[in-house]
């Protein structure tokens, strides 16, 4: 196993970019596809199939001089969905084939599963804080106000008593303090904001499930997380225009964790404590010719430590 991925390895040619993860999706013995675990199997021909995620230098060694200017180290890099499917995914999900959609701050990003692995991965630019610029610029009042608004009253699906309820927005470079500062409007102006960035970024989705083959009855299923999910009726709002059965995503997989560690906005977060753990073996971290027993026995690491301390 070693000797294959050290040679499908040397063959990947990332061009510009440089090699963010490259693991082996699966496995096949004498052209029968889809082994997971060729050890303790017998077969004239061992190959593999990689998959490799690249990334482009400049905007990473940005994000690692970001790291080291808050005095940490880093173990590795892993792409957000990548870990985001980790920690909202169940098993069955990963198995049989299911999309994971994080929509963050300043991305959306999406995660393919298939048989027990990543098989596809996007990053869409366009993310939670474009939704309150546009509330921003829809409703005229500062950023930090359209961020609240959107929180506390925001919806991705409109309702007939939306244009007879109002909210009080605080215009653009009043004093909130001052007496007619803010405006009563329609709730419908703040739906009408959100709706067209919304639905810029699902049929963005949707391009990516086209381009991937996620598509058919096998390909139903979706789970949304990331902090812009827990906007109301955004599940509904990804349902219509995906047309695939969609349900929240919530980090699992470790315990101990606060009720405020619980929500969507931290499966990232959850989903990195995950593949450090138990993470696929990948080209370059030791464990390319291990298989998953293997890796997670333990009286093999206590063997390991003794020969490495005495």
């Not at 084939?97 to 929509?103: E, P, S, T, V």
């Not at 349900?247 to 699992?252: A, E, I, N, Q, Y």
């Amino acid at each position: 196993i070693s000797l294959v991925l050290t040679e499908a390895g040397g063959r990947i040619d990332p061009g510009e970019h440089e090699i963010l993860h490259a693991y082996p999706a699966c496995f096949a013995i004498d052209g029968v596809i889809g082994v997971k675990e060729p050890v303790g199997m017998y077969g004239d021909i061992l190959s593999a199939a990689l998959h490799v995620v690249t990334v482009a230098s400049g905007p990473l060694r940005n994000l690692e001089t970001c790291v080291y200017r808050g005095h940490l180290d880093m173990n590795g890099i892993v792409i957000s969905p990548f870990a985001s499917g980790l920690a909202t995914l169940v098993e069955d999900e990963m198995e049989l084939g299911a999309a994971c959609i994080d929509m963050g701050g300043g991305t959306t990003t999406v995660s393919i599963f298939a048989g027990g692995s990543m098989v596809y991965t996007a990053v869409i630019p366009i993310g939670g804080v474009n939704i309150t610029e546009d509330i921003a610029r829809a409703l005229l009042t500062p950023i930090d106000k359209a961020e609240r608004l959107k929180t506390l009253y925001g919806s991705a699906i409109s309702v007939h008593s939306d244009q007879q309820e109002t909210i009080e927005v605080l215009q653009l470079g009043e004093n909130e303090n001052d007496e007619g500062s803010s405006q009563r409007l329609p709730r419908s102006l703040l739906t009408g904001a959100i709706q067209p960035r919304l639905e810029e970024i699902f049929q963005a989705v949707r391009k990516c499930f086209q381009d991937s083959g996620f598509e058919g009855d096998r390909a139903r299923r979706v789970v949304l997380t990331g902090g812009g999910s827990q906007l109301q009726g955004v599940h509904e709002f990804a349902g219509r225009i995906l047309d695939k059965q969609v349900r929240t995503g919530k980090p699992r997989g470790v315990s101990g964790l606060p009720d405020s560690a619980m929500s969507p906005a931290f499966s990232t977060c959850v989903g990195l404590l995950i593949h450090g753990v138990r993470g696929p073996r990948e080209l370059g971290d030791g464990r390319a010719g291990q298989t998953q027993g293997q890796t997670g026995n333990g009286l093999k690491r206590i063997g390991l430590w003794f020969k490495r301390n005495f």
